[in-house]
């Protein structure tokens, strides 16, 4: 039989596994300025790396090969 707490486990489990192993949309690299240890010479620049989705979150652009 399964018990309440070892569902509560596993749930948290598995939650921490998919959030903590799926990369980030945007790596933090093309969000930062030069100063920052980024690639922007300026915040705007931010397009020419990473696109806005319907969602709100910046999205890196496909590159084209």
């Known amino acids: 039989m399964i018990t309440t707490i070892n569902l509560l486990i596993f749930g948290v489990g598995l939650f921490s596994y998919f959030a903590f192993t799926s ?3 945007c790596p933090r690299k093309y969000r930062v300025t030069q100063d920052g240890g980024g690639v922007l010479a300026k915040p705007s ?3 020419r790396y990473c696109k806005l989705d319907y969602g709100g979150r910046f999205v890196l652009k496909e590159v084209d090969k």
């Open 45 to 47: 620049d931010i397009h």
């Open 23 to 25: 990369p980030e949309p």
